[in-house]
Protein backbone atom coordinates (compact mmCIF):
# COMPACT_ATOMS: atom_id res chain seq x y z
CA UNK A 1 0.00 0.00 0.00
CA UNK A 2 1.21 3.47 -1.07
CA UNK A 3 0.79 6.43 1.59
CA UNK A 4 -0.02 9.44 0.21
CA UNK A 5 2.38 12.60 0.51
CA UNK A 6 2.43 14.49 3.75
CA UNK A 7 0.86 17.46 1.63
CA UNK A 8 -2.28 15.32 1.36
CA UNK A 9 -2.36 13.28 4.28
CA UNK A 10 -5.20 13.73 6.90
CA UNK A 11 -3.03 14.59 9.96
CA UNK A 12 -3.60 18.33 8.94
CA UNK A 13 -7.07 17.69 9.88
CA UNK A 14 -7.14 15.44 13.19
CA UNK A 15 -7.53 17.51 16.01
CA UNK A 16 -6.21 15.71 18.44
CA UNK A 17 -3.42 15.17 16.26
CA UNK A 18 -2.56 18.61 15.90
CA UNK A 19 -3.16 19.31 19.57
CA UNK A 20 -0.76 16.92 20.51
CA UNK A 21 1.47 18.77 17.92
CA UNK A 22 1.31 22.24 19.94
CA UNK A 23 0.59 20.74 23.13
CA UNK A 24 2.88 23.23 24.81
CA UNK A 25 1.21 26.43 22.83
CA UNK A 26 -2.20 25.06 24.13
CA UNK A 27 -1.40 24.77 27.57
CA UNK A 28 0.03 28.09 27.61
CA UNK A 29 -2.95 29.73 26.10
CA UNK A 30 -5.03 27.94 28.52
CA UNK A 31 -3.06 29.33 31.93
CA UNK A 32 -4.08 33.13 30.82
CA UNK A 33 -7.42 32.56 28.97
CA UNK A 34 -9.56 35.87 27.87
CA UNK A 35 -13.05 35.35 27.74
CA UNK A 36 -15.14 37.43 25.23
CA UNK A 37 -18.75 37.99 25.17
CA UNK A 38 -20.73 35.91 22.50
CA UNK A 39 -21.66 38.07 19.19
CA UNK A 40 -25.44 37.57 17.71
CA UNK A 41 -23.63 35.47 14.85
CA UNK A 42 -21.89 33.40 17.66
CA UNK A 43 -25.00 33.07 19.64
CA UNK A 44 -27.43 31.96 16.14
CA UNK A 45 -24.21 29.52 15.47
CA UNK A 46 -24.72 27.87 19.00
CA UNK A 47 -28.04 27.80 18.71
CA UNK A 48 -27.58 26.00 15.06
CA UNK A 49 -25.71 23.47 17.08
CA UNK A 50 -27.79 22.41 19.47
CA UNK A 51 -31.12 23.28 17.93
CA UNK A 52 -30.65 22.28 14.41
CA UNK A 53 -31.74 24.96 11.48
CA UNK A 54 -34.40 27.63 12.61
CA UNK A 55 -36.85 28.31 9.71
CA UNK A 56 -35.09 31.25 8.14
CA UNK A 57 -33.49 31.82 4.84
CA UNK A 58 -30.04 30.50 6.10
CA UNK A 59 -31.65 27.09 6.71
CA UNK A 60 -29.99 25.50 4.09
CA UNK A 61 -26.23 26.59 4.16
CA UNK A 62 -24.21 24.23 6.62
CA UNK A 63 -22.41 25.62 9.38
CA UNK A 64 -18.96 26.08 7.14
CA UNK A 65 -20.93 27.97 4.49
CA UNK A 66 -22.62 29.69 6.70
CA UNK A 67 -19.36 31.21 8.07
CA UNK A 68 -17.78 31.61 4.79
CA UNK A 69 -20.92 33.62 4.10
CA UNK A 70 -20.68 36.28 6.96
CA UNK A 71 -16.73 36.81 6.98
CA UNK A 72 -16.55 37.19 3.13
CA UNK A 73 -19.82 39.17 2.79
CA UNK A 74 -18.27 41.38 5.90
CA UNK A 75 -14.53 41.82 4.23
CA UNK A 76 -15.85 43.21 1.41
CA UNK A 77 -18.78 45.27 2.88
CA UNK A 78 -15.81 46.77 5.43
CA UNK A 79 -13.75 47.36 1.64
CA UNK A 80 -10.99 44.23 2.55
CA UNK A 81 -9.40 42.60 -0.08
CA UNK A 82 -9.60 38.43 -0.24
CA UNK A 83 -5.80 38.48 0.48
CA UNK A 84 -6.10 39.86 3.86
CA UNK A 85 -8.51 37.21 5.03
CA UNK A 86 -5.46 35.17 5.13
CA UNK A 87 -3.81 36.79 7.97
CA UNK A 88 -6.88 37.86 10.35
CA UNK A 89 -6.56 38.70 13.96
CA UNK A 90 -9.58 36.88 16.05
CA UNK A 91 -11.07 39.85 16.80
CA UNK A 92 -11.10 41.18 13.02
CA UNK A 93 -12.93 38.07 12.01
CA UNK A 94 -15.16 38.06 14.49
CA UNK A 95 -16.47 41.92 13.40
CA UNK A 96 -16.36 40.63 9.73
CA UNK A 97 -18.90 37.27 11.08
CA UNK A 98 -20.56 40.27 12.41
CA UNK A 99 -21.15 42.63 10.01
CA UNK A 100 -21.92 39.88 7.13
CA UNK A 101 -24.44 38.41 9.61
CA UNK A 102 -27.05 41.50 10.23
CA UNK A 103 -27.57 41.65 6.71
CA UNK A 104 -27.85 37.80 5.86
CA UNK A 105 -30.05 37.28 8.81
CA UNK A 106 -32.82 39.57 7.11
CA UNK A 107 -33.23 37.53 4.53
CA UNK A 108 -33.58 38.59 1.10
CA UNK A 109 -34.66 42.24 1.27
CA UNK A 110 -31.34 42.70 3.60
CA UNK A 111 -29.26 40.76 1.07
CA UNK A 112 -30.23 42.85 -1.58
CA UNK A 113 -29.03 46.12 0.47
CA UNK A 114 -26.02 44.39 0.92
CA UNK A 115 -25.12 44.15 -2.69
CA UNK A 116 -26.09 48.15 -3.27
CA UNK A 117 -24.46 49.27 -0.70
CA UNK A 118 -21.16 46.93 -2.51
CA UNK A 119 -22.02 48.79 -5.43
CA UNK A 120 -22.17 51.92 -4.19
CA UNK A 121 -18.86 52.21 -2.49
CA UNK A 122 -17.06 51.11 -5.81
CA UNK A 123 -13.26 52.97 -5.85
CA UNK A 124 -13.12 52.22 -9.30
CA UNK A 125 -13.39 54.47 -11.90
CA UNK A 126 -15.71 52.05 -13.78
CA UNK A 127 -18.10 49.95 -11.10
CA UNK A 128 -17.34 45.99 -11.93
CA UNK A 129 -19.12 43.86 -10.15
CA UNK A 130 -15.79 41.49 -9.38
CA UNK A 131 -13.59 44.18 -7.46
CA UNK A 132 -17.29 45.79 -6.09
CA UNK A 133 -17.97 42.70 -4.61
CA UNK A 134 -13.96 41.85 -3.15
CA UNK A 135 -13.45 38.98 -1.25
CA UNK A 136 -16.79 38.07 -0.86
CA UNK A 137 -17.23 37.39 -4.80
CA UNK A 138 -13.96 35.18 -4.88
CA UNK A 139 -15.88 32.78 -2.36
CA UNK A 140 -19.33 33.07 -4.23
CA UNK A 141 -17.13 32.10 -7.66
CA UNK A 142 -15.53 28.72 -6.23
CA UNK A 143 -18.59 27.82 -4.76
CA UNK A 144 -21.79 28.81 -6.89
CA UNK A 145 -22.88 25.41 -7.85
CA UNK A 146 -24.11 24.69 -4.54
CA UNK A 147 -27.74 23.77 -4.18
CA UNK A 148 -27.91 25.81 -0.89
CA UNK A 149 -26.37 28.45 -2.46
CA UNK A 150 -28.71 28.53 -4.96
CA UNK A 151 -31.41 31.16 -4.07
CA UNK A 152 -28.14 33.65 -3.23
CA UNK A 153 -26.53 33.26 -6.17
CA UNK A 154 -29.79 33.77 -8.27
CA UNK A 155 -30.32 37.29 -6.13
CA UNK A 156 -26.56 38.38 -6.86
CA UNK A 157 -26.94 37.15 -10.99
CA UNK A 158 -30.28 39.63 -11.05
CA UNK A 159 -28.31 42.26 -8.92
CA UNK A 160 -25.19 42.06 -11.36
CA UNK A 161 -27.29 42.30 -14.61
CA UNK A 162 -29.86 44.83 -13.59
CA UNK A 163 -26.47 47.31 -12.24
CA UNK A 164 -23.27 46.44 -14.37
CA UNK A 165 -22.78 46.38 -18.14
CA UNK A 166 -22.94 42.91 -18.93
CA UNK A 167 -22.47 41.27 -22.09
CA UNK A 168 -25.89 38.62 -22.90
CA UNK A 169 -23.29 35.83 -24.36
CA UNK A 170 -21.22 35.60 -21.19
CA UNK A 171 -22.00 33.78 -18.18
CA UNK A 172 -21.81 34.84 -14.51
CA UNK A 173 -22.21 32.09 -11.90
CA UNK A 174 -23.36 29.90 -14.18
CA UNK A 175 -26.49 32.08 -15.69
CA UNK A 176 -26.77 34.34 -18.88
CA UNK A 177 -28.72 37.48 -18.65
CA UNK A 178 -31.91 37.75 -20.63
CA UNK A 179 -31.30 40.86 -21.81
CA UNK A 180 -28.96 43.77 -21.88
CA UNK A 181 -29.59 46.72 -19.60
CA UNK A 182 -26.45 48.61 -18.85
CA UNK A 183 -24.03 49.23 -21.80
CA UNK A 184 -20.36 50.87 -21.39
CA UNK A 185 -19.99 54.03 -22.99
CA UNK A 186 -18.09 52.68 -25.93
CA UNK A 187 -20.49 49.87 -26.82
CA UNK A 188 -23.23 52.53 -26.55
CA UNK A 189 -21.55 54.94 -28.56
CA UNK A 190 -21.18 51.66 -31.35
CA UNK A 191 -25.14 51.18 -30.86
CA UNK A 192 -26.40 54.70 -31.49
CA UNK A 193 -24.05 56.29 -33.47
CA UNK A 194 -22.69 59.47 -31.17
CA UNK A 195 -19.33 60.12 -30.25
CA UNK A 196 -18.25 58.96 -26.58
CA UNK A 197 -17.87 62.59 -25.55
CA UNK A 198 -21.10 63.84 -27.00
CA UNK A 199 -23.03 60.86 -25.78
CA UNK A 200 -21.84 61.83 -22.01
CA UNK A 201 -22.52 65.47 -22.48
CA UNK A 202 -26.03 64.61 -24.49
CA UNK A 203 -27.04 62.76 -21.48
CA UNK A 204 -25.70 65.04 -19.20
CA UNK A 205 -27.84 67.94 -20.81
CA UNK A 206 -30.91 65.80 -20.94
CA UNK A 207 -30.51 65.20 -16.97
CA UNK A 208 -29.41 68.56 -15.64
CA UNK A 209 -25.83 67.79 -15.01
CA UNK A 210 -23.04 69.84 -15.28
CA UNK A 211 -20.41 69.05 -17.92
CA UNK A 212 -17.19 68.03 -15.43
CA UNK A 213 -19.80 65.39 -13.89
CA UNK A 214 -21.38 64.41 -17.02
CA UNK A 215 -17.93 63.22 -18.08
CA UNK A 216 -16.76 61.14 -15.66
CA UNK A 217 -20.01 58.79 -16.59
CA UNK A 218 -19.02 55.32 -17.66
CA UNK A 219 -22.56 53.14 -18.16
CA UNK A 220 -25.66 54.28 -19.51
CA UNK A 221 -28.97 52.56 -19.15
CA UNK A 222 -30.46 50.98 -22.04
CA UNK A 223 -33.69 53.57 -21.20
CA UNK A 224 -31.74 56.48 -21.54
CA UNK A 225 -30.44 55.24 -24.76
CA UNK A 226 -33.83 55.09 -26.07
CA UNK A 227 -34.15 58.67 -24.63
CA UNK A 228 -31.24 60.56 -25.99
CA UNK A 229 -31.97 59.34 -29.31
CA UNK A 230 -35.49 60.52 -28.91
CA UNK A 231 -34.48 63.69 -27.80
CA UNK A 232 -31.65 64.49 -30.37
CA UNK A 233 -34.27 63.39 -32.86
CA UNK A 234 -36.41 65.99 -31.48
CA UNK A 235 -34.01 69.11 -32.00
CA UNK A 236 -33.06 70.95 -35.48
CA UNK A 237 -29.76 73.10 -36.48
CA UNK A 238 -30.28 76.87 -36.52
CA UNK A 239 -29.29 76.57 -40.61
CA UNK A 240 -32.85 74.05 -40.51
CA UNK A 241 -34.62 76.65 -38.21
CA UNK A 242 -33.75 79.05 -40.59
CA UNK A 243 -35.16 77.51 -43.77
CA UNK A 244 -38.39 76.64 -42.12
CA UNK A 245 -39.07 80.09 -41.36
CA UNK A 246 -37.55 82.42 -43.68
CA UNK A 247 -35.19 83.80 -41.72
CA UNK A 248 -31.51 84.17 -41.19
CA UNK A 249 -29.74 82.33 -39.01
CA UNK A 250 -28.79 85.43 -37.11
CA UNK A 251 -32.87 86.32 -36.84
CA UNK A 252 -33.30 82.68 -35.25
CA UNK A 253 -30.74 83.53 -32.85
CA UNK A 254 -32.44 86.87 -31.81
CA UNK A 255 -35.55 84.58 -31.24
CA UNK A 256 -34.15 82.54 -28.62
CA UNK A 257 -32.39 85.82 -26.94
CA UNK A 258 -35.63 87.01 -26.81
CA UNK A 259 -37.33 83.85 -25.42
CA UNK A 260 -39.86 82.97 -28.67
CA UNK A 261 -37.71 79.44 -28.85
CA UNK A 262 -35.69 77.71 -26.52
CA UNK A 263 -32.02 77.86 -26.46
CA UNK A 264 -30.50 74.15 -27.08
CA UNK A 265 -26.56 73.81 -26.05
CA UNK A 266 -25.54 70.87 -25.66
CA UNK A 267 -21.11 70.09 -26.51
CA UNK A 268 -20.69 73.96 -27.18
CA UNK A 269 -21.82 77.08 -28.04
CA UNK A 270 -23.06 75.60 -31.07
CA UNK A 271 -27.50 76.35 -30.57
CA UNK A 272 -30.07 73.90 -31.31
CA UNK A 273 -34.16 74.35 -31.47
CA UNK A 274 -36.68 72.34 -30.82
CA UNK A 275 -38.76 71.02 -33.97
CA UNK A 276 -42.02 70.98 -31.56
CA UNK A 277 -41.59 74.77 -31.58
CA UNK A 278 -40.60 75.15 -34.76
CA UNK A 279 -43.76 73.65 -35.86
CA UNK A 280 -46.28 75.42 -33.64
CA UNK A 281 -45.11 78.38 -34.68
CA UNK A 282 -45.82 77.55 -37.95
CA UNK A 283 -48.81 76.21 -37.38
CA UNK A 284 -50.25 79.53 -36.04
CA UNK A 285 -48.90 81.09 -39.11
CA UNK A 286 -50.94 78.99 -40.99
CA UNK A 287 -54.01 79.68 -38.91
CA UNK A 288 -53.46 83.50 -39.60
CA UNK A 289 -56.54 84.88 -41.33
CA UNK A 290 -56.18 85.19 -44.92
CA UNK A 291 -55.43 89.07 -46.31
CA UNK A 292 -58.25 90.82 -48.15
CA UNK A 293 -58.33 92.98 -50.81
CA UNK A 294 -58.24 97.13 -49.84
CA UNK A 295 -56.66 96.50 -46.28
CA UNK A 296 -53.43 98.20 -46.06
CA UNK A 297 -51.19 95.88 -45.34
CA UNK A 298 -47.21 95.35 -46.23
CA UNK A 299 -45.19 92.08 -45.93
CA UNK A 300 -43.12 91.08 -43.36
CA UNK A 301 -39.29 92.49 -44.40
CA UNK A 302 -40.86 95.78 -45.32
CA UNK A 303 -42.90 97.15 -42.35
CA UNK A 304 -40.12 96.25 -40.91
CA UNK A 305 -37.82 98.15 -42.83
CA UNK A 306 -39.70 100.66 -43.02
CA UNK A 307 -40.71 101.21 -39.41
CA UNK A 308 -36.99 100.69 -38.44
CA UNK A 309 -38.53 97.35 -36.05
CA UNK A 310 -36.48 93.97 -36.11
CA UNK A 311 -38.42 90.85 -37.26
CA UNK A 312 -37.45 89.19 -34.04
CA UNK A 313 -38.88 92.01 -32.00
CA UNK A 314 -42.15 91.94 -34.27
CA UNK A 315 -42.10 88.23 -33.88
CA UNK A 316 -41.95 88.03 -30.23
CA UNK A 317 -45.20 90.49 -30.20
CA UNK A 318 -47.11 88.80 -31.99
CA UNK A 319 -46.38 85.12 -30.14
CA UNK A 320 -46.82 87.17 -26.93
CA UNK A 321 -50.24 88.16 -28.56
CA UNK A 322 -49.54 91.80 -28.44
CA UNK A 323 -50.62 92.62 -32.07
CA UNK A 324 -54.07 90.81 -32.50
CA UNK A 325 -55.70 91.63 -35.21
CA UNK A 326 -52.76 93.02 -36.71
CA UNK A 327 -50.97 90.37 -39.23
CA UNK A 328 -52.25 88.18 -41.75
CA UNK A 329 -51.41 85.35 -43.36
CA UNK A 330 -50.17 86.28 -47.25
CA UNK A 331 -50.31 84.52 -50.81
CA UNK A 332 -46.22 83.98 -51.55
CA UNK A 333 -43.12 83.31 -49.04
CA UNK A 334 -41.57 81.33 -46.37
CA UNK A 335 -42.88 81.08 -42.93
CA UNK A 336 -42.52 84.34 -41.37
CA UNK A 337 -42.12 85.83 -45.00
CA UNK A 338 -45.49 84.91 -45.76
CA UNK A 339 -47.04 87.18 -43.14
CA UNK A 340 -48.52 90.82 -43.72
CA UNK A 341 -48.71 93.48 -41.11
CA UNK A 342 -51.08 96.10 -40.96
CA UNK A 343 -49.32 99.50 -41.49
CA UNK A 344 -50.82 101.27 -38.03
CA UNK A 345 -50.04 98.05 -36.26
CA UNK A 346 -46.90 99.28 -34.65
CA UNK A 347 -47.23 103.00 -33.94
CA UNK A 348 -46.49 102.79 -30.56
CA UNK A 349 -43.66 99.84 -30.78
CA UNK A 350 -40.75 101.99 -32.19
CA UNK A 351 -39.73 102.86 -28.67
CA UNK A 352 -36.92 100.38 -27.44
CA UNK A 353 -37.36 98.37 -24.39
CA UNK A 354 -35.04 99.60 -21.88
CA UNK A 355 -34.79 96.94 -19.25
CA UNK A 356 -30.77 95.86 -20.40
CA UNK A 357 -27.70 97.73 -21.44
CA UNK A 358 -28.60 99.05 -25.16
CA UNK A 359 -26.57 98.46 -28.42
CA UNK A 360 -25.84 101.99 -30.19
CA UNK A 361 -28.24 101.42 -32.79
CA UNK A 362 -30.66 101.02 -29.80
CA UNK A 363 -29.37 104.18 -27.85
CA UNK A 364 -29.83 106.01 -31.63
CA UNK A 365 -33.79 105.18 -31.41
CA UNK A 366 -34.06 105.75 -27.52
CA UNK A 367 -32.96 108.54 -27.45
CA UNK A 368 -34.12 110.20 -31.01
CA UNK A 369 -30.40 111.04 -32.04
CA UNK A 370 -28.13 109.59 -35.32
CA UNK A 371 -25.69 106.89 -34.21
CA UNK A 372 -22.73 109.31 -34.86
CA UNK A 373 -24.20 111.35 -32.19
CA UNK A 374 -24.39 108.49 -29.88
CA UNK A 375 -20.95 108.17 -30.73
CA UNK A 376 -19.93 111.85 -30.05
CA UNK A 377 -21.60 111.67 -26.15
CA UNK A 378 -19.98 108.29 -26.12
CA UNK A 379 -16.78 109.48 -26.60
CA UNK A 380 -16.96 112.63 -24.37
CA UNK A 381 -18.24 110.94 -21.42
CA UNK A 382 -21.73 111.68 -21.43
CA UNK A 383 -22.26 108.05 -21.84
CA UNK A 384 -20.37 104.80 -20.55
CA UNK A 385 -19.43 102.26 -22.69
CA UNK A 386 -19.36 98.15 -22.44
CA UNK A 387 -17.86 95.71 -24.54
CA UNK A 388 -19.32 92.32 -24.05
CA UNK A 389 -18.43 89.47 -25.96
CA UNK A 390 -20.82 87.35 -28.28
CA UNK A 391 -20.78 83.83 -26.35
CA UNK A 392 -21.64 82.18 -30.29
CA UNK A 393 -18.92 83.90 -32.39
CA UNK A 394 -16.50 84.82 -29.42
CA UNK A 395 -16.83 88.43 -31.61
CA UNK A 396 -16.90 91.75 -29.35
CA UNK A 397 -19.71 94.66 -29.39
CA UNK A 398 -20.44 97.13 -27.94
CA UNK A 399 -23.00 98.72 -26.02
CA UNK A 400 -23.79 101.48 -23.99
CA UNK A 401 -24.56 100.99 -20.14
CA UNK A 402 -28.07 101.34 -18.88
CA UNK A 403 -27.02 103.31 -15.65
CA UNK A 404 -24.96 106.21 -17.92
CA UNK A 405 -28.43 106.52 -19.88
CA UNK A 406 -30.43 106.81 -16.99
CA UNK A 407 -27.74 109.28 -15.69
CA UNK A 408 -27.84 111.29 -18.87
CA UNK A 409 -31.83 111.97 -18.84
CA UNK A 410 -31.70 113.39 -15.65
CA UNK A 411 -29.51 116.07 -17.12
CA UNK A 412 -30.11 116.07 -20.69
CA UNK A 413 -32.76 116.43 -23.28
CA UNK A 414 -32.46 115.78 -27.36
CA UNK A 415 -34.07 117.39 -30.02
CA UNK A 416 -36.21 114.73 -31.34
CA UNK A 417 -37.52 113.52 -27.82
CA UNK A 418 -38.52 117.80 -27.63
CA UNK A 419 -39.46 117.67 -31.01
CA UNK A 420 -42.07 113.97 -30.51
CA UNK A 421 -43.19 115.85 -27.89
CA UNK A 422 -44.40 119.43 -28.65
CA UNK A 423 -45.18 117.72 -32.48
CA UNK A 424 -42.78 120.47 -33.85
CA UNK A 425 -40.59 119.37 -36.88
CA UNK A 426 -37.03 118.59 -35.85
CA UNK A 427 -35.61 121.80 -38.47
CA UNK A 428 -37.78 124.47 -37.30
CA UNK A 429 -37.26 123.83 -33.46
CA UNK A 430 -33.50 123.70 -33.97
CA UNK A 431 -33.60 126.98 -35.71
CA UNK A 432 -35.94 128.24 -32.93
CA UNK A 433 -33.57 127.54 -30.19
CA UNK A 434 -30.60 128.55 -32.12
CA UNK A 435 -33.02 132.05 -32.26
CA UNK A 436 -33.15 131.96 -29.02
CA UNK A 437 -29.47 131.82 -27.72
CA UNK A 438 -29.62 128.08 -26.48
CA UNK A 439 -26.95 126.33 -27.71
CA UNK A 440 -26.17 122.71 -27.25
CA UNK A 441 -23.86 120.88 -25.22
CA UNK A 442 -20.21 121.03 -26.34
CA UNK A 443 -18.32 117.30 -28.01
CA UNK A 444 -15.68 118.42 -28.67
CA UNK A 445 -16.27 121.04 -31.72
CA UNK A 446 -18.69 118.45 -32.95
CA UNK A 447 -22.28 119.38 -33.90
CA UNK A 448 -24.84 117.30 -31.65
CA UNK A 449 -28.02 118.84 -31.09
CA UNK A 450 -28.28 117.58 -27.44
CA UNK A 451 -29.71 120.19 -24.36
CA UNK A 452 -29.63 120.58 -20.72
CA UNK A 453 -33.37 120.43 -19.34
CA UNK A 454 -32.61 123.71 -17.40
CA UNK A 455 -31.50 125.99 -20.55
CA UNK A 456 -34.46 124.71 -22.64
CA UNK A 457 -36.85 124.99 -19.52
CA UNK A 458 -37.70 120.79 -20.00
CA UNK A 459 -40.25 119.20 -17.96
CA UNK A 460 -40.77 115.47 -18.96
Known sequence: MTL??????????????????????????????QSFAPTPFEIYLRSR???????????????????RVCLNLGAALDGSQAHYLKSLEIQQERKFCQLGFEYLKGGAPRYRIALQKLHMQSKTERPYYSSDMGPFYQWLRECYDAP??????????????????????????GQLPSKQNWFTMRDASKLTGFGVVFLKKLLGHMN??????????TDVHVDEL?????????????KEASQSFGLPVRQIKALQDRGVLDTIKVTSSLRYAKQEQVATLLRKVTSLPVAREGQALVPLKAFCRDKGVGIPRLIELWANVELEGALFRGEVGTGFQAMEVAWDAMCAIDRVQFNRDLQL????????????????????????????RNVDTNRI???????????????YVTLGQMSAKQKIAPIHLARKLDDNDIPPISCGGEYVRVYEKSAVGWEA
Open 4 to 33: PSAIHAHTNYDFVSRVLKHLDLVQSVSRDL
Open 49 to 67: LWKGPKDDWLKEFDLTQLH
Open 148 to 173: SLKPMVDLTCAHIFETYPTSIEKEVF
Open 208 to 217: GVGESDALKR
Open 226 to 238: DSAKSYWSSLMTL
Open 361 to 388: SEVARYLQISVISVRQLRNHGYLSQLKK
Open 397 to 411: KSYISKESILAFEET
